[in-house]
Nanobody, 126 residues
Framework: QVQLVESGGGLVQAGGSLRLSCAASGLTRAGGMGWFRQAPGKERQFVAA????????TYADSVKGRFTISRDNAKNTVYLQMNSLKPEDTAVYYC????????????????????WGQGTQVTVSS
């Protein structure tokens, strides 16, 4: 059974930075990995994704230039470096993992992922 454990969330002032981590266990090789977020009263939305070989990444327009996704395949871990945080970035952040199959490109929709973390709260104060 695949398990994803996120860490790194917290409270930060606007303009600050946080780095989220997500470690996957229970699988030999993770495929594409991604981050989504859900703000109170809103649907979960795509944030960033990376393919297996790390050559390709994709981001939501709202975070481009501020967030960076990366991964360490030796550790089956994905990271999200968040800089220049804004109050509107406040949400629960979820990591997602796709089993290693099919074309290797970043996936941006929830149904393309097989496993999810429990979520980590990020709060940005103004």
């Amino acid at each position: 059974q695949v398990q994803l454990v996120e860490s790194g969330g917290g409270l930060v002032q606007a303009g600050g930075s946080l780095r989220l981590s997500c470690a996957a266990s229970g699988l030999t090789r993770a495929g594409g990995m991604g981050w989504f977020r859900q703000a109170p009263g809103k649907e979960r939305q795509f944030v960033a994704a990376i393919n297996w070989n790390s050559y390709t990444t994709t981001y939501a327009d709202s975070v481009k230039g501020r967030f960076t996704i990366s991964r360490d395949n030796a550790k089956n871990t994905v990271y999200l470096q968040m800089n220049s945080l804004k109050p509107e970035d406040t949400a629960v952040y979820y990591c997602a993992c796709r089993s290693y199959r099919g074309p290797d490109y970043p996936r941006t929709t929830e149904y393309e992922y097989d496993s999810w973390g429990q979520g980590t709260q990020v709060t940005v104060s103004s």
